[in-house]
């Protein structure tokens, strides 16, 4: 569902402590407020252990790499 972004990263979170992937996706606060009460800082809390750096590739897209 639109706005679901950052619960479908958290919910990845064993692939990401294994194999630590490139991460690509939309982030549209409105929705993920909205829908999912997240927020971008929710994901920078939990993101932060597994030392990604990010990069905003448009106005809604990012990647963690």
Do not use: C, H, M, W
């Given at each position: 569902?639109?706005?679901?972004?950052?619960d479908c990263i958290i919910g990845a979170e064993k692939i990401i402590e294994k194999y630590h992937p490139v991460?690509?996706?939309?982030?549209e606060e409105e929705?993920?407020?909205k829908n999912?009460?997240?927020?971008?800082s929710d994901l920078d809390k939990f993101?932060?252990?597994?030392?990604?750096?990010?990069?905003?590739?448009?106005?809604?897209?990012w990647l963690f790499y």
């Open positions: 569902a639109q706005g679901a972004d950052i991460i690509v996706f939309e982030y929705f993920s407020t999912y009460g997240r927020n971008f993101i932060a252990p597994y030392n990604y750096s990010r990069k905003q590739l448009f106005e809604q897209n």
